[in-house]
């Protein structure tokens, strides 16, 4: 026990007495957590339309009027050619481009199928969507008003769905509380592989490990010795995160914060047999760098916090089980965001317990004192 | 019980042979030597003796314990010092000492005897990190590290490369002081002059041992007869005498040359030799053979 002590002791005064080291650890990725918040937002908000109006008449220049008053949309061109539109679309000026041919209100009000056509950039597949999203429903809301204009001075009034959605868990779908707590989670599991990865092949590489074999260590104890540091880093990291998200972005805390740091123990120690596990299959610090590389763009890429598991094809959806990030992320979320409790979230729970012992078996049999 | 016992070691690194059938014995409390040029063999030895590398073929016991089966043993009752520095160069000296001395489950006090006159002199440096000390005291601390457990067998590897005379010179006088405690310690070197300083060694070249012995009994059995000679041109000297009808062998040794001649060669002959090829100032004597030229001879 004395000798587990002292090797947390000495694994402190290494981490501590490297000056940089400390800030580094925590204020870099409270940095990260600041740009990336603002940074990855997908709402898209400022969307470039052109739209040609060959129809010319009171319907046409209503719905533009609507389309105009949205303050999503930026009317930066009006020709009166197809052709010139197109080509806003080719510059990629135009994120969208809206056609109104000519005939359109005597269309309708003929009743004939009054046609309008849409071209969308989907270079962007997002704002393509959520653009296009956007001026359908403007479309929609308007063909309703104009149907029921006409149709009072015919006399019957058709009946209409009338749809009410409230958003649950984020109102006001404020993008940043969405993305905060799993950019946190993220962050925190990113920093502890790396540092656990590069920690026993850098004895090995320096050299002081084959003074080490050569005494009565064992080997569960240098790889708990090297753990429990790394554990306390990943947990002030978490701490400072939090604090900094409510500060900074205000991000509502409506479940247990006891569920979020006792996730993130259990989740710590999943990570850090990963990232001792590679340490102790690498030979140098740059191979453990780019191992442990590997497996961190695939943690981050997979694990739901910039595209949701649910839309991945199934073999990726399998995937994400052994994804620590993936159970971090939505550990984070659930509990945070919605208030989950330790039961709705057990799942998560039971599936790192596993990786944390499966890994951390590997690791302390990987340690081999004999080459 | 010998310190150690070695009994046809092999281990050979693909198809390089390390070590050939090894085979030798050190007494309890003695201080062995292996002398070598690098690529002898003597740090796989260490590491076989150590656990840290198994061998291919053949049995080794340290302090009575098998190095296969007893290994744990071994590791607790054994010191080590690396050939590189290996301690953490980002701990201070006495965070070293009291690092190594609890994992060994003792105190720096309850050995404090054994360290004493070494770990003096660090002392004043107690609170310095071990990466910003010079190289003698770099062996300074690491033979503190080593022997603050108490091993019965102390094992090190070319404790003194690339450490100054003067250290080497102290860093040998502890090494002697360490025989009072009764501990068995081999250690390694590739300069030949340290050889003295052991109570015997093995001379080992390509994984075979060439000579074991007291160093003066090695000395004392080379009976060739040897002269040390120089002239204007020292290296045209050495061209000359390696063709001459005399010679044996002719190894550049410091100022002189250190010519090995065949049994009943006269220093007259030589000389007349020497001045026939045009050699000017001449100057021609009986040399003491050292533990070099017995390994020269040996190679």
Redesign the interface.
């Known amino acids: 026990m004395?000798?587990l002590l002292?090797?947390i002791q000495?694994e402190f005064?290494?981490i501590i007495?490297?000056r940089a080291m400390l800030p580094l650890m925590t204020i870099l990725p409270i940095v990260q957590l600041m740009l990336l918040s603002f940074a990855a937002d997908s709402e898209v908000k400022n969307v470039n339309i052109t739209i040609t109006d060959l129809d010319q008449s009171q319907f046409s220049r209503q719905l533009i009027g609507q389309i105009t008053a949205s303050d999503r949309f930026t009317l930066i061109n009006a020709p009166l050619a197809m052709r010139i539109s197109d080509h806003d679309l080719l510059a990629g000026e135009a994120d969208i481009v809206l056609n109104i041919p000519p005939d359109f209100e005597r269309n309708f009000l003929k009743g004939y199928p009054a046609k309008l056509q849409l071209l969308v950039n989907a270079i962007n597949g997002q704002a393509a969507t959520v653009g296009s999203g956007y001026l359908m429903s403007i479309i929609r809301d308007y063909n309703e008003d104009i149907r029921l204009e006409t149709a009072m001075g015919v006399g019957r009034v058709p009946s209409r769905i009338e749809v009410a959605s409230a958003n649950w868990y984020n109102p006001d779908l404020n993008y940043k509380y969405f993305m905060v707590p799993g950019i946190l989670g993220e962050l925190v599991i990113i920093l502890v592989i790396l540092l656990s990865a590069m920690n026993t092949v850098r004895e090995r590489e320096?050299?002081?490990?084959?003074?080490?074999?050569?005494?009565?260590?064992k080997s569960w104890q240098f790889i708990l010795g090297k753990m429990i540091p790394f554990v306390f880093i990943g947990m002030l990291l978490l701490t400072i995160g939090l604090t900094a998200g409510k500060v900074i972005f205000d991000i509502p805390m409506v479940g247990s914060l006891w569920v979020v740091f006792g996730y993130c123990l259990v989740n710590l120690i999943a990570v850090l047999g990963i990232g001792l596990l590679i340490s102790n299959l690498v030979d140098t610090q740059q191979q453990a760098m780019l191992v442990a590389f590997f497996f961190v763009m695939i943690f981050i890429l997979m694990s739901g916090l910039f595209t949701p598991i649910e839309s991945m094809p199934d073999w990726a959806q399998l995937l994400t089980i052994p994804n620590p990030v993936a159970h971090f992320v939505a550990v984070m979320r659930k509990v945070l965001l919605k208030g989950s409790g330790f039961a709705d979230v057990a799942w998560n729970f039971r599936v790192t317990a596993i990786m944390a012992l499966v890994f951390n078996g590997l690791a302390v049999l990987s340690y081999r004192?004999?080459? | 019980m010998n310190g150690i016992e070695v009994e046809n070691i092999s281990k050979s690194f693909g198809d390089t042979l390390a070590l050939d059938a090894l085979s030798f014995k050190v007494a309890q409390g003695e201080r062995f030597g292996l002398l070598g040029p690098d690529g002898a063999g003597k740090s796989t030895l260490f590491k076989i003796l150590t656990t840290l590398l198994l061998p291919d073929a053949g049995r080794a016991t340290v302090a009575g314990w098998d190095i296969d089966k007893d290994f744990k043993e071994i590791r607790r009752h054994v010191g080590y010092m690396p050939g590189k520095f290996s301690l953490y160069q980002d701990l201070s000296v006495s965070e070293n000492l009291n690092f190594f001395a609890t994992i060994f489950g003792t105190t720096i006090k309850a050995n404090y005897h054994l360290i004493k006159p070494i770990y003096e002199q660090i002392e004043p440096f107690r609170d310095r990190r071990a990466g910003a000390l010079s190289g003698g005291m770099k062996q300074k601390l690491a033979l503190c590290c080593a022997l603050i457990h108490q091993p019965k067998v102390l094992f090190l590897d070319e404790p003194t490369t690339g450490v100054d005379a003067v250290s080497r010179d102290e860093f040998w006088a502890m090494l002697a002081q360490l025989k009072d405690a009764g501990i068995t310690i081999l250690v390694s070197t590739p300069y030949m002059d340290e050889a003295e300083r052991c109570e015997r060694v093995a001379l080992l070249q390509t994984g075979k041992i060439l000579a074991l012995d007291r160093p003066q009994t090695i000395v004392g059995n080379f009976t060739e007869p040897l002269w040390a000679i120089r002239a204007d041109n020292y290296y045209q000297l050495l061209l000359d005498l390696r063709k001459a009808p005399f010679s044996q062998r002719v190894e550049v040794f410091g100022e002189f040359l250190h010519l090995t001649a065949r049994p009943a060669t006269t220093g007259e002959e030589i000389t007349t030799y020497a001045e026939h090829c045009g050699h000017g100032n001449i100057l021609l004597k009986p040399a003491e053979a050292t533990i070099e030229d017995v390994f020269l001879a040996l190679m």
């Open positions: 004395r000798r002292f090797i000495k005064i290494q007495g490297n320096i050299g002081t490990i084959e003074q080490i074999n050569v005494t009565p260590i004192k004999v080459s």
